[in-house]
């Protein structure tokens, strides 16, 4: 039994891992990811940070807090001042009341002359003393709500710079809060908890690594034969003498030649200009950031 198991297992391990003897790349390059420091946007002491190197976030996921008591304080400071403000406006209606009764009595007497002069009994002074009074009492109401609306109007004036320093306060308390803005996975840490930081002050550093981004450089020749879109065949090192297998998609090619990076080999070695390709891997956890790669087309 041992003995038939032997090849196959032979077998497997050859489809599983490429020689590299046998197999010839026609570019190399590095692997690479856009990376993204995630800055603080508020000033203080960090509250709560929690994050660690490796840890895969999420966009969105709050991550920490820095301490916000004194604007906190600042805008229940500034909600008093406003509540203290407005609690000077006048109520219209009330204060109208009284006038308004002069007026219906002012009315009613209006009514009982006219009446009495349709039957001889009332004089026309009298009614024109009556309609006279009605009119005074119309004015003075139209008077008395037009100043009242003017102190409503200056003291709700009075009142929007201080909502607007509250608006101020709430989007810096937004701030406060530390959120990840991206997906990806967190390369660098760069504070603690219990740190002062400040506005524009790196927290930490992340990077999108699923799928990653192996860049490789072309000579003039190979550019016939590579296409966006297209499936190529990445080899990444894996023991002494084989390489991990996977699948990349080519997602942009440059339309510029570059002089060959030092670092970077072609199939053609003695090519000066080459062209940077970008290829699109799925990762599964072993790809890193600086690792070498190759393809064959």
Request: proline share 2%; charged share 25%.
């Amino acid at each position: 039994m041992k003995t038939i198991l032997l090849p196959f297992a032979i077998l497997l391990t050859g489809l599983m891992s490429c020689s590299k003897n046998e197999d010839k790349y026609d570019a190399s390059g590095t692997f690479e990811a856009v990376e993204t420091i995630v800055s603080a946007q508020g000033t203080g002491v960090i509250k709560e940070l929690n994050l660690e190197e490796g840890q895969v976030l999420k966009a969105g996921q709050v991550v920490g807090y820095i301490d916000s008591i004194q604007l906190y304080l600042k805008k229940k400071q500034l909600e008093a001042q406003i509540r203290a403000t407005l609690s000077g406006k006048p109520n219209i209606a009330a204060q109208t009341a009284s006038l308004e009764e002069q007026l219906r009595q002012a009315k009613r007497e209006q009514l009982r002359n006219i009446n009495l002069l349709k039957g001889d009994a009332a004089t026309k002074k009298q009614l024109d003393d009556a309609n006279t009074q009605v009119d005074v009492v119309k004015k003075q109401i139209v008077a008395l709500q037009s100043s009242l609306s003017i102190t409503t109007a200056n003291l709700n004036d009075q009142a929007k710079p201080l909502s607007a320093q509250i608006e101020q306060i709430n989007d810096q308390l937004d701030k406060c809060r530390i959120i990840n803005e991206v997906n990806g996975t967190v390369l660098t840490k760069y504070a603690e908890a219990s740190e002062v930081t400040d506005v524009g002050k790196p927290i930490y550093k992340i990077a999108a690594l699923n799928p990653i981004i192996l860049r490789v450089y072309i000579t003039g020749d190979q550019i016939p034969h590579v296409k966006i879109g297209q499936q190529v065949k990445v080899l990444v090192d894996d023991t002494k003498d084989t390489y991990k297998n996977y699948t990349g998609v080519v997602e942009w090619v440059s339309n510029k030649a570059e002089f060959t990076p030092k670092t970077i080999q072609t199939k053609d070695e003695r090519a000066n200009l080459v062209y940077a390709v970008k290829i699109r891997v799925k990762n599964d956890g072993f790809l890193k950031i600086g690792m070498y790669g190759e393809i064959k087309l």
